[in-house]
């Protein structure tokens, strides 16, 4: 049995994490702690956990957490992670990153779209970025991982194989994203208030959303050169999904067959993508689930490929694409605790 603790158990994604853990056959919760609920059970915040057997949320103790846990979840918001990790890791801990700290190659990337200076650059080099259908490998002898955004997660699956086998110009990319707003966080917020969000949509962060260098670092490993791109975020007004509309010039003709059969190839038994032959995702498709599902078109009238890809935020975006990631590194199958089907309506 894998004992697992959550530091950050009551945001969004770390509600959902327990809950995805909770379920999980091979896993035991062995600690959940918060900064601002310590003493209280998570299932008060959120009773849809009550039937969950939980420990009671506590404040952070790095011996306790170290002595009890094979795995350490941190769900805590960026610059905080990097405070409990090089402790946690020098323990000989396993970690699993959700926030932007150990996502990177290189820290000067971090600090230049983080605006803060990284308290333990000498990690990067012992992390491995989270996203297993591009570093599976990797992350089966890893000891920290980096747990991929809600937002490149969604960009970084439908591109990937098309950068990989050079079938767009990699410096036409312009990628239009819409999440619910879940992925805001659970923070209060006056432009997150009932009545700015409800029957509303807008764009915010054009043109430096911190996602977009996570986007790049992968892309261009995946490209062998430097990729810039545009990343343009949208707030939708419902509680989760992630639709990302990608444009992207072919770098020579192309047909359907061509984009399908790069796709199906570079994801063939994936446990959690699904390349469409026709049609396009939707957020009602995958929400729920640990799914990534991707579609496409041509437009051959102005030589442009555009690929829709749709995850839920919640889970392929954070907590479940980290149990897919402990799965790996434990040996299990994947899809352990993580079979749930989309939700659909």
Known sequence: MIKA???GATGYAGAELVRLLSTHENVKIVHLTSHSAAGTGLNTLYPGLRAADLPVLETYDRDDVAADSDVVFTSLPHGASGEVIPELFAAGKTVIDLSGDYRY???AVYEAWYGKAHRS???????????PELHRGRIGSARLVGNPGCYPTGAILPLAPLVADSLIDA?????DAKSGATGAGRAPSPALHFCEVDENVKAYNVG????????EQELSLLHGRAVALSFTPHLLPVKRGILSTIYCTPSRPLTRDDVFNCLRSFYEGEPFVDVYEEGLPEVKHVNGSNACHIGFALDERVNRLVVVSAIDNLIKGAAGQAVQNMNIIFGLGEKA???ALPLNL
Request: charged share 25%.
């Open 208 to 215: 430096k959303h911190r996602h977009t260098s996570e986007i």
């Open 105 to 107: 190659e290189d820290a």
């Open 121 to 131: 650059p000498e990690l990067l080099k012992e992390s491995v970025y989270g996203l």
């Open 5 to 7: 603790s959550v530091l």
């Open 337 to 339: 605790g993580l079979n």
């Open 171 to 175: 410096g036409s990319i312009v990628i």
